[in-house]
């Protein structure tokens, strides 16, 4: 399993808001089951097999275009690790809660 971060920037567009473009996004998500997903203020995490997030990428780079976007700037963050093959985003995060849970005092 890999985990992703997902930016989709439209260039050119006629309005300082992305909203339009992001929720067709968040929609093209929905309607798939291969990647699991969650959207946040600057982007979408991803995770699932690198394949399926690879492609659900490739499927969601275009929709600007789609919508007559003439540019299309996107930026992936993949990370997979095989040592730990089911390792989830909530896994990651809860690994530094437990450590910030555990040691309150260290980074202070």
Do not use: C, N, W
């Not at 300082?16 to 996004?25: D, G, K, L, Q, R």
């Not at 540019?71 to 390792?87: F, H, I, N, W």
């Amino acid at each position: 399993m890999a985990t992703a971060d997902l930016t989709v920037i439209a260039l050119g567009r006629a309005s300082a808001s992305a909203s339009e473009y992001v929720a067709e996004i968040q929609r093209r998500l929905a309607a798939q089951d291969k990647v699991r997903y969650r959207m946040h203020a600057m982007g979408t995490s991803l995770e699932g097999p690198t394949r399926d997030i690879l492609e659900i990428v490739a499927e969601l780079h275009a929709v600007p275009f789609e919508q007559g976007v003439p540019r299309v700037y996107t930026v992936l963050k993949l990370d997979e690790r095989r040592d730990k093959p089911g390792q989830t985003l909530d896994d990651k995060v809860r690994s530094v809660q437990e450590r910030l849970d555990r040691d309150p005092e260290e980074g202070a």
